[in-house]
């Protein structure tokens, strides 16, 4: 897997973040889902990210600063033909090293507390996120887990 930044307006992208905006909208009630649509995640106060196999997309993710010291990991996905190979790990190392070289010291990540985010819950649970409470504006709820990596 090749991990490069990237921009989500780019038509290979697109319909990607489409579907996974659309999906985060519909599995979660209003007022719960935080999934970031293409305007966005083109602010610039956010990295996005897409990985490679070939010059086939697997995936994309982004970092979100908050402050000087801290960032979010959002609209991490893979696409279908894709899970199970590393795209995610691939692409949430390359939002690690990137909040690390930014001199961050804690990286955040809210997600959904359905049997579908169960792969994701793992995936950030191996790279060393742990639970926490909620963070920047988010509220707790039964909807939403959050984790943070101090880095």
């Known amino acids: 897997m090749q991990v490069r930044r990237d921009t989500p307006t780019n038509p ?6 489409a579907a996974h905006v659309a999906e ?13 649509d293409d305007a966005a995640l083109s602010a610039e106060d956010v990295t996005f990210c897409t990985a ?16 000087d010291a801290a ?13 199970g190979r590393g795209a995610g790990h691939a692409i949430l190392s390359a939002i690690v090293a990137a909040a690390r070289e930014e001199g961050m010291s804690d990286l955040y990540r809210e997600t959904g ?12 649970t191996r790279a060393g996120f742990v639970p926490c409470e ?3 504006d988010y509220r707790t709820s039964p909807h939403n887990h959050f984790f943070r990596l101090r880095l």
């Open 71 to 83: 960032g979010e990991v959002k609209s991490m996905r893979s696409t279908h033909e894709a899970l």
């Open 113 to 124: 507390t359905t049997p579908a985010y169960d792969a994701a819950i793992r995936l950030y």
């Open 24 to 36: 985060q909208r519909a599995g979660t009630p209003a007022g719960f889902s935080f999934a970031l």
């Open 12 to 17: 290979v992208v697109a319909p990607l973040l």
């Open 52 to 67: 490679w196999d070939g010059n086939t997309l697997a995936g994309m993710g982004a970092l979100k600063r908050f402050g």
């Open 134 to 136: 909620a963070f920047a």
